[in-house]
């Protein structure tokens, strides 16, 4: 069982008993326009998310300005190839000054709004900004002083798993739990932008949530919405999707980010997946009780008098279902009818001799 399977994130309730909490993630899709940031927080409250998460930090707090070597992304197919880490981050990164009039705006909107901090400061920055939980990053989830810091605040901690080793996650997550985490997210991640279905694995979601002790939930880098469907079917209770405007706009992660259209489709079919979960079920449900009377069952299939044998032409196996079953088919071949009756005439025991 899980320890805390269902608690709350924002006033929102979280876990398997409720359907998926899809986060939209803003990252650096605000292309440095504060008026861009809003207007993404009111597209996401459009397209029904139930919550809209930043990313603090900045460039010197993340990396340092070293323009040569491993601080500058050679790897032609990466998606950031020709940059120096500085200059990447300087440009995605969300000024402090604008956290709380996204935050007042993500209110406003009914949204819940929080934040992956990325050092110790930016947790005790959004702390005073009253953020109602923390996010750790893939590319984080070593980072144990971090770890310890969000959840020392005792606010719920969701956690990408990204890149990490089974031992790396066992460290992390006896972290989270040492430092007084009670209500821990572990988030199945591919690290890779966009990243491939083929490389997603969701089927390890049940396993890392009954390894872990944890609710479980995807962070998604593929295109599209059908691998979080499949997550939901797999016991993901949290979705987390890059989000923007507009793709053509343009910005450092646009090119595998939602667009409105394309979230609402999320929320309504992960909703629509978790649905259809049910519980293990088997005979009609109350819905289907009325189309029972549209089963085959065993009807005279032609007039007959009293004292004819049922044979292969006048007894048959039709809708609708208020004769006799049809496994009782062969028992009825051969026997007689008591009294004259009607083609169309639903087969009864009293009926035969």
Known sequence: MLSNPNFEIGGVPVGPAHPPFVIAEMSGNHNQSLERALAI???????????????????????????????????PDNLWAGRSLHNLYQQAHTPREWHAPIFRRARDRGLVCFSSPFDEEAVDFLQSLDAPAFKIASFENTHLPLIRKAASTGKPLIMST????????????????????????????????PASPSTTHVRTIPHMRQLFDVAVGLSDHTMGVGVAVAAVAMGACVVEK??????????????????????????????????????????????EKKSL?????????ADMQAGDMFDTTNLRIVRPGKGLAPRHFDQLLGRRVRRAVTKGTAVSWDLVD
């Open 242 to 287: 890059h989000f923007t405007l507009n793709r053509a706009d343009g910005g450092v992660d646009s090119s595998f980010s939602l667009e409105p259209a394309e979230l609402r489709l999320l929320v309504e079919e992960t909703r629509r997946a978790w649905d259809g979960l049910g519980s293990i079920h088997y005979g009609p449900t109350e819905a």
């Open 293 to 301: 009377a549209y089963r085959r069952s065993l009807y005279v299939g």
């Open 162 to 193: 990204g890149m990490a080793t089974l031992g790396e996650l066992e460290e992390a997550v006896a972290t989270a739990r040492a430092a007084g985490c009670r209500d821990l997210v572990l988030l199945k991640c591919t690290s890779t932008y």
């Open 41 to 75: 927080v009111d597209a996401a409250a459009d397209a029904g998310a139930h919550a809209i998460k930043l990313q603090t930090y900045t460039a010197d707090s993340i990396t340092l300005d070293v323009r040569h070597g491993e601080f500058f992304v050679s790897d």
